[in-house]
């Protein structure tokens, strides 16, 4: 079974840039998209964006758009985030997971990577 490693997170100022990282066992070959998300303590997930196989790209939160964007790596099987002027409201748990072609769930989610952003 595929499964995903996110790491690269961190504690940074406001401002400054943080690059996740979201390793992919396997080839990417099978998988249709990779999605982030992000949850913090008490709080519903939010769907961050998403990447897909031909690398088009999309963020469903507002609050990102235009900070936050998306690669991605096939020949290393690894996907990024790439967030810049990060925020304090940006400190939480980033995950990702792949979307298997002809599937329509994304799973399974990784263990996730802490993003902490200090005022």
């Known amino acids: 079974q595929v499964h995903v490693v996110e790491s690269g997170g961190g504690l940074v100022q406001a401002g400054e840039s943080l690059r996740l990282s979201c390793a992919v066992s396997g080839n990417m070959f099978n998988i249709a998209a990779v999605g982030w998300r992000r949850q913090g303590p008490a709080k519903e997930g939010e769907l961050v964006g998403l990447i897909l196989a031909n690398g088009a790209t999309g963020y469903a939160l507002d609050s990102v758009k235009g900070r936050f964007t998306s690669s991605r790596d096939d020949a290393k099987s690894t996907v990024y985030l790439q967030m810049n002027r990060l925020k304090p409201e940006d400190t939480v748990v980033y995950y990702c997971?792949?979307?298997?072609?002809?599937?329509?769930?994304?799973?399974?989610w990784g263990q996730g990577t802490q993003v902490a952003v200090a005022a």
């Open positions: 997971a792949i979307l298997p072609k002809g599937a329509t769930k994304y799973e399974p």
